[in-house]
């Protein structure tokens, strides 16, 4: 038989003479009847809790992959018995023995196969014989499915199970994670997507040196995972569950077993077959009636205008979320994932309205932000960031100490990323979705959004051409923007505002994208890098507005320089004119000064005396010691 068919088959639940075998099966979990469980005997999950139960190797991989697609590689490779290793029974015999009980004969299998009709290579372990070291047969192994992904430029699916086998090892072992750290640059150096979906348990090296290597990480709900090797199962304090690790921003998201195979046919379409941007004959067209200040900040605030994620669902197909920053919390600040817009695949992010605002949320949301920005320009998908809210922590709230610099590495990032940057304003712009608006390629702003301005730094300077000060409302329209030079394109709204039609304000926002990214993604990567540095160098400068507004600013720069000059040389005139003006004491006393003139003549002659009296104090005992001297000699 082969080996798919007796996969694909289900336990024999009958006797030879025809008679039923009646078992009891029941979730241990929650206690439900699993023998009428349909998605229990397709899953091996229970339908009413969810609960996963283990899986093999080989029965994963016929639940993922499409039918007769499977190609299995490096079969061949049997493990020799080490010297280091002593066993009641010879390695031969053993993998013998276990073939004869229907058991894999080897930790890992690897091969290729379609999901969803888009190749890639796999790996699947197998959590009874994969250890908490890895051995040289199984990295040997796993080693040649990713220099096979590398070689044929297919995405890497790993499926980690293992950890808590007591699996022979030799001293081998202790290299293997090297091997592996450097494979794995390899690919991503070359752009190749890994994907490790983690399977329960997960633990030691099957965690730390395949899954940590891979751009996205999934997990299936309720998986036990751990970076240290457990000294029993269940793992305790060592290990954690997959919620865990989700809330701590460690994985991409949680993934159930049943839609696991969707899960990884939409990412493989979307990694493989990026797809051009369909040709828009979008074309600004501008409202009859510009909307004053105070009428744009009120519909950027109103309650019901359409936020980041109703405009991804309008505009994104197959939008699959990314979590987590790898370093941290995951934050509701910031809404990512990969998704199509156009026809093309893009990494859209999205600053929340009403994410957390304090210092640690905004952190992880940058972190997020910045490892994600990494891997779209690793996999070469154009970012699409949506700008809205997030504003920055209260002046009573004290900084975090990593907020500065994320913010810091996060704009050097987008200004050097190489692969097209489009920024959307959509609502009040501001916080750190200020600062990365016009990080990119092209800035483009929704007709009634906001971008706020910081006055804490100085008094209110007015616009030129504008004709009002920035201070009177802290903010600057869409216009006033884009007369500025700081947005390059204004996209119109329904009136009044987008929350009246949210379905029609999407279409013009996606009209504008898909017509920016068709311009950017002609270019080549030194031709687009080059020209965002230019557009980032004359940033302000471009229009006549913004050339204006550089003149205003220098002037009145110097006009406050020569202010501070004035004021300090009226003080130091001021202070001179009052130690001029200070009184003057003298002493005018003849009879103080004749008293001090006979305490002098008093002091002379009193020394006079008392050196006369002890130069013939001297003598005199000069004297007697000559005499005492002569009558000695007599």
Known sequence: MAESERLDQTDDLTLDDGVELSLDLSCPGCGADLANDEVFFAHRVCGNCRRHFPLRARERLALLIDAGSFQETNAALVSTDPVTFHDQLPVTDRLVEDQEQNALTEAVVTGTATIGGRAAVVIALDDRLAGAAIGMLLAEKILLAMELAEARRLPLIALCAGGNARAPVGPLSLVQTARLASTAARLHFAGVPMIAILTHPTSAAMYTALAGQCDLIFAEPGAWIGAQAPAAFPFGGQSQNAEVLDEAGAIDGIVDRVRLRGQLGTLLHLLTERGPVRASAWHPTANALTPATWEAIAAARHPDRPDARAYLDLMVESFVELRGSRAGSDSTGLLAGIGRLGGAAIMALAWERDGENNPPALTAALRKARRLV?????????????????????????????????????????????????????????????????????????????????????????????????????????????????????????????????????????????????????????????????????????????????????????????????????????????????????????????????????????????????????????????????????
């Not at 987008?414 to 600062?435: E, K, N």
């Not at 009002?468 to 390059?488: F, H, I, K, N, Y």
């Not at 229009?543 to 204006?548: F, S």
């Open 374 to 634: 990494r891997l779209a320009g690793q996999l070469e998908l154009p970012i699409v960031l949506l700008c809205e809210g997030m504003a920055g922590p209260n002046a009573a709230e004290a900084d975090g100490p990593d907020l500065g610099p994320t913010i810091a590495h996060l704009l050097a990032l987008l200004a050097m990323v190489p692969v097209p940057v489009v920024t959307v304003g959509i609502g009040v712009v501001s916080g750190p979705a200020a600062l990365t608006f016009l990080l990119g390629d092209r800035s483009l702003l929704l007709d009634h959004a906001v971008r706020t301005i910081d006055q804490a730094s100085g008094p209110p300077s007015r616009v030129p051409g504008i004709g009002r000060p920035t201070g009177e409302s802290m903010a600057l329209t869409a216009v006033e923007c884009q007369r500025l030079g700081l947005a390059d394109v204004v996209i119109p709204e329904p009136g009044p505002a987008a929350h009246a039609d949210p379905t029609w304000a999407a279409g013009q926002v996606q009209g504008a994208l898909t017509t920016a990214l068709g311009e950017l993604m002609t270019s080549g990567q030194r031709r687009l890098l080059d020209q965002r540095q230019r557009r980032l160098r004359t940033l302000g400068q471009s229009t006549p507005e913004g050339m204006a507004a550089a003149r205003t600013e220098l002037r009145e720069l110097q006009e406050w320089q020569r202010a501070i000059s004035e004021s300090i040389a009226d003080l130091r005139g001021r202070w001179e004119q009052r130690m001029a003006q200070r009184p003057r004491f003298t002493w005018q006393r003849p009879d103080l000064t004749d008293i001090a003139q006979r305490i002098t003549t008093l002091r002379h002659e009193v020394g006079g005396r008392i050196e006369a009296r002890t130069r013939g104090a001297l003598e005199r005992n000069e004297n007697g010691a000559a005499d005492r001297d002569d009558a000695q000699v007599r």
